[in-house]
């Protein structure tokens, strides 16, 4: 039976956590929320009238260096291992009603962990508001790990992040040798666009590496 584990923090692998199967779901689902634009915005972007999130799913090597970037601007990492199922726009965009109360996800990325390429060690999970407004600011909504048999790792409840927090890395997978280890992350980062993201989690995972031995003494 499916099941599903809230907590504020985590980090276990895969199995521990009573995700078997070999597909995982980094998937979004939030109400469809107006905007009244006030002030100097960060940037100018067209349709600016709904909170507009995103998904990225980032691919590094050992030395953590980006090997992929799947994100609205592309939809597959080179190995078609992680595949994004597209992009939603305000939250309401795949359908006449608001899909929050309908028992889809709005964006969802599909990873394929048996497949994943074997230079890939990390995987990071990140979210960002494409119009620079806070996650706090949807009606409703939540970010959520599942796998393909519905049994969910974690849920991220948007209203109960930071009030200026318009990107998180919310969690990232690491490769073991019969397993991956998740950590749930709830990082707000400065970055104001996915690649940047990326880029700042690639130096936060360098700086959690260990030191040669022989190295700094």
Not at 29 to 47: A, I
Not at 55 to 60: E, H, K, Q, R, S
Not at 130 to 139: I, L, R, S, W
Request: net charge negative; hydrophobic share 35%.
């Amino acid at each position: 039976m499916p099941t599903t584990t809230s907590l504020p923090l985590l980090s276990d692998s895969l199995n521990g956590l009573g995700l078997t199967a070999d597909t995982l779901f980094f998937a979004l689902n939030y109400e469809f929320t107006k905007t009244e634009p006030k002030g100097m915005l960060k940037r100018f972007k067209e349709n600016q009238g709904a909170i507009d999130i995103d998904l990225a799913c980032v691919l590094y090597d050992d030395n953590c260096t980006i090997s992929d970037l799947v994100w609205f601007k592309q939809l597959r990492d080179k190995s078609e291992t992680v595949r994004h199922q597209g992009d939603s726009l305000d939250g309401k965009d795949r359908g006449e009603q608001a899909m929050y109360h309908a028992p889809l996800d709005q964006e969802q990325i599909r990873i394929y962990l048996d497949k994943i390429p074997a230079h890939i060690s990390h995987i990071a999970l990140i979210a960002s508001s494409y119009f620079g407004q806070p996650f706090k600011a949807v009606d409703n909504g939540e970010i959520h790990l599942s796998d393909d048999e519905g049994n969910r790792a974690f849920e991220v409840n948007l209203k109960q992040l930071p009030r200026d927090c318009s990107t998180i890395w919310v969690a990232s997978l690491r490769r073991e040798v019969d397993d991956w280890h998740l950590t749930l992350q709830n990082l707000p980062l400065p970055a104001d666009e996915l690649p940047k993201a990326a880029q700042e989690v690639a130096h936060e995972l360098a700086r959690a590496l260990p030191v040669p031995q022989g190295v700094g003494g």
